[in-house]
Structure formats: C-alpha cells, structure tokens
Nanobody, 126 residues
Framework: QVQLVESGGGLVQAGGSLRLSCAFS????????MGWFRQAPGKEREFVAA????????YYGDSVKGRFTVSRVNTKNTMYLQMNSLKLEDTAVYYC???????????????????WGRGTQVTVSS
C-alpha cells in the first residue's frame, strides 16, 4: 500500500517563501506521477502542480504559475513544492497525491490519483 506524508507547512508572511515535502513509501516511487492539490475551507479542491515519473515534465495551476516550483528526487522518494511570493489566497491545506497511470496533462485531474496524503496546513498572514 502506498503511503504519502506531507511536511513543511506553517505560518508565513505574505511575500515570503515556504517549501513543502511529500515522502512516498510502499511502492516504487519512480513508477508514479505525483501532484499537489490544495483546499481552503468552504472551497473545492484545487490543482496546484504536478510532475511526471522521471521529473522531465511539470504542470501548474494558473493561480500559482510563475511563483511555485514542483520537483522530485527519486533516490530520496520525495517530491517538493517550493512556494515563493506567497499571497493570502494561498492559505489552504496542501495535499500530495500519487498516480500509477499518469499521462501528461492528465495529471491536472484529481481523478488520475489513487493515493493521497492527509495534508499540511499553510497559512499566509499580512
């Protein structure tokens, strides 16, 4: 069974930076496309970023493009999300997810993911 554990969330000032990590275990990490999603209270889950199985292609939601960077280190079984120029509207619980059937832009869809972490809270203050 695949397990995903997010870390690195916390309180940060608007304009600041934060790096999230997602630790993968239970299967072969390099066989999975990986993604980040977020959800704020009262709002639907939103696609943030994704990366394919070897890290050669990345995808971003419109609201974070140019500010966030997704990466992975397969030898460490870890995916990262570097968040810069944070805004108040970035406040949410951030979830990582793993897809055994990733296919390019299909990684933008939550339906592509079979495994989800429990999330880490990111709070941006003014």
């Amino acid at each position: 069974q695949v397990q995903l554990v997010e870390s690195g969330g916390g309180l940060v000032q608007a304009g600041g930076s934060l790096r999230l990590s997602c630790a993968f275990s239970g299967r072969t990490f390099s066989s999975y496309g990986m993604g980040w999603f977020r959800q704020a209270p009262g709002k639907e889950r939103e696609f943030v970023a994704a990366i394919n199985w070897i890290g050669s292609m990345t995808y971003y939601g419109d609201s974070v493009k140019g500010r966030f960077t997704v990466s992975r280190v397969n030898t460490k079984n870890t995916m990262y999300l570097q968040m810069n120029s944070l805004k108040l509207e970035d406040t949410a619980v951030y979830y990582c997810a793993a897809s055994p059937s990733a296919s390019g832009s299909g990684l933008r869809r939550g339906q592509a993911y079979d495994y989800w972490g429990r999330g880490t809270q990111v709070t941006v203050s003014s």
